[in-house]
T-cell receptor
Framework: DAKTTQPPSMDCAEGRAANLPCNHS???????VYWYRQIHSQGPQYIIH???NNETNEMASLIITEDRKSSTLILPHATLRDTAVYYC????????????FGKGTLLTVNP | NAGVTQTPKFQVLKTGQSMTLQCAQD?????MSWYRQDPGMGLRLIHY???????DQGEVPNGYNVSRSTTEDFPLRLLSAAPSQTSVYFC?????????????FGPGTRLTVT
């Protein structure tokens, strides 16, 4: 699976959009981009995933560049409860895949 | 649905003791896995299973055994605990269909080996 690079930490003001970047310059054509987050001491939680197109769900939006070498997770109106470590993961498609977690980005939402 | 449950929540062991961490899911998921997370680190895959009777090693399998006799349960056994196994352990499950993209995690077991 392709390696990802994320900033170790970011800050965001409550109510503002949080934009979390991820670099995956070695991604191959059949690899998906996944985002999970881990609120302190809890198990990770799935947020969103995508292959080529931008995706949006009730939690977040995922913007993938046209060359697919980077992506941005957007939390449109961050709240204090969004303070967590956010993991960007790239994995091949298919049913028998394994998730590989890096160190992620610690997002701190400030009041 | 209870989702993925883990017991115990906390455990303290002495070096050399054995124990089993329990994991159960009620979503009829074929795929189950165990991760460990050390302070300030990401999760590392220990063992995984794609169905009853089928298990395989992950990134850090040494010192751990698993078995999968039912779809619901995937226990993790430490045969002789070592201080290096002090960690938080997470169990996870998901379906095997290509459309089953979301992996569900349990609340974790915090293990200290003295």
């Amino acid at each position: 699976d392709a390696k990802t690079t994320q900033p170790p930490s970011m800050d965001c003001a409550e109510g503002r959009a949080a934009n979390l970047p991820c670099n995956h310059s070695t991604i191959s054509g059949n690899e998906y981009v996944y985002w999970y987050r881990q609120i302190h001491s809890q198990g990770p939680q799935y947020i969103i995933h995508g292959l080529k197109n931008n995706e949006t769900n009730e939690m977040a939006s995922l913007i993938i560049t046209e060359d697919r070498k980077s992506s941005t997770l957007i939390l449109p109106h961050a709240t204090l409860r969004d303070t967590a470590v956010y993991y960007c993961i790239v994995r091949v498609g298919g049913s028998n895949y394994k998730l590989t977690f890096g160190k992620g980005t610690l997002l701190t939402v400030n009041p | 649905n209870a989702g993925v449950t883990q017991t115990p929540k906390f455990q303290v062991l002495k070096t050399g003791q054995s124990m089993t961490l329990q994991c159960a899911q009620d979503m009829n998921h074929e795929y189950m896995s165990w991760y460990r997370q050390d302070p300030g680190m990401g999760l590392r895959l220990i063992h995984y299973s794609v169905g009853a009777g089928i298990t395989d090693q992950g990134e850090v399998p040494n010192g751990y055994n698993v078995s999968r006799s039912t779809t619901e349960d995937f226990p993790l056994r430490l045969l002789s605990a070592a201080p290096s196994q002090t960690s938080v352990y997470f169990c996870a499950s998901r379906g095997l269909a290509v459309s089953s993209y979301e992996q569900y995690f349990g609340p974790g077991t915090r293990l200290t080996v003295t």
